[in-house]
């Protein structure tokens, strides 16, 4: 069957509207806002050319294409059935590029502005291949939280050997595994004698992704520990991950001017991108509300009156795009506790 996401036409699998892991060729409809806001983001980047590696229906690279007025795209997928289905997309949409049926990293040869991994699981076995084949940035997602956030051993064990760190189940894990993700990008992109930095990195729907500019930036690896209430940068904890700034204010700025296309998720995109850049310069953790007053047996207090009272006493406090029962601040934990219901007990 045909659908219509924004720019594209696509024909998809009609089963995978509802269950997209099962289907043959994987089409997620609820990743739209994803490639939308993935999609101002190729436009804020200037790229002409990109490669969209695991491109299953090309849902993407069509999209990119389309919507930015980009040269070219060339597509890859090692699976049959998703090729089939692609070079028809990719017909349909009048797209300039080629379609490369195979493994990523084996087809991958030519280099692009822009290079896009958005694999099942984890990107760690293709970001060396998607480094090497950038020419400006790199755009990758992570989709095995199940790794980066897991209270369970096993899982545990995978994150530390596919992200080389150590992850946390916390209350702030989607933070946690972001961040994880963009320390382990960053750290092949070095290993290659590549300098990367984030430009644009969030969570959402059940992924994380992060978008990196390359030529520049400087490693800002760290740790975070939690003692069930309060979250500190540390020697030792979870990580090491990145303690720096997740997005640039500049590039987030672009990402908004171009946001007035229309697009089905114009006014959430507005409103990600308004967190995402309150977030700039706050500590590498947040505090859910929620969990915070449950740690003390207290009742949950309302979000704007922590926020407000921080925000008085003359700390930067914002919501976060993680969560809406979330806040991030400056301000020392003590500052957070007194504003919680009944002075939450130390
Ligand atoms: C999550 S889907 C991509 C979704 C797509 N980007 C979208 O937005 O709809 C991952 C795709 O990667 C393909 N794939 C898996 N392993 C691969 C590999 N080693 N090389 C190339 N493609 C691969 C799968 O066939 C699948 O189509």
């Given at each position: 069957m045909i659908v219509r996401e924004e720019s594209a036409q696509l024909a998809v699998e009609k089963s995978s509207l509802k269950d997209p892991f099962h289907a043959s060729v994987f089409y997620n409809p609820r990743m739209q806002f994803n490639r939308s806001l993935s999609s101002l983001a190729v436009g804020a980047s200037g790229a002409k050319t990109l490669c969209d590696g695991l491109s299953a229906s090309g849902a993407r690279g069509i999209r990119y294409f389309l919507e930015n007025g980009l040269e070219g795209v060339d597509f890859v997928d090692a699976n049959p059935d998703a090729v089939k289905l692609l070079r028809g997309?990719?017909?349909?949409?009048?797209?300039?590029?080629?379609?490369?049926?195979?493994?990523?990293?084996?087809?991958?040869?030519?280099?692009y502005d822009w290079v896009e991994v958005d694999p099942f699981g984890s990107p760690a076995p293709f970001l060396e291949i998607a480094f090497q084949h950038a020419k400006k940035f790199v755009s990758i997602t992570a989709t095995d939280l199940a790794n980066l956030c897991s209270a369970h051993k096993n899982r545990q064990e995978v994150c530390r050997r596919v992200y080389g760190a150590e992850p946390l189940h916390c209350p702030f894990s989607h933070e946690l595994a972001l961040r994880i993700l963009v320390a382990k990008c960053v750290r092949v992109a070095n290993?290659?004698?590549?300098k990367a930095r984030p430009v644009l990195s969030f969570y959402w729907g059940h992924a994380t992704k992060t978008i990196l500019k390359l030529g520049e930036g400087a490693p800002e690896e760290g740790f975070v520990s939690f003692d069930g209430k309060e979250a500190r940068v540390s020697r030792k904890g979870a990580g090491p991950l990145w303690v720096g700034d997740l997005?640039?204010?500049?590039?987030?700025?672009?990402?908004?001017?171009?946001?007035?296309r229309?697009?089905?998720?114009?006014?959430?995109?507005?409103?990600?991108?308004?967190l995402l850049e309150g977030e700039l310069g706050l500590p590498p953790f947040h505090y859910d509300l929620h969990a915070l007053s449950g740690a003390f047996g207290v009742p949950t207090p309302k979000k704007e009156v922590v926020l407000r009272g921080l925000r008085d006493a003359g700390w930067r406090a914002v919501e976060t795009h993680y969560s809406p029962r979330a806040i991030k601040t400056d301000a020392p934990f003590e500052e957070i506790r007194c504003l919680l219901p009944g002075r939450a007990p130390s």
């Open positions: 997309n990719v017909e349909r949409n009048r797209v300039s590029g080629n379609v490369l049926e195979g493994g990523f990293n084996e087809s991958v040869r030519k280099n290993s290659l004698g590549l997005c640039d204010v500049g590039f987030l700025r672009e990402c908004a001017k171009l946001n007035c229309g697009y089905a998720d114009e006014k959430k995109i507005a409103e990600t991108l308004e």
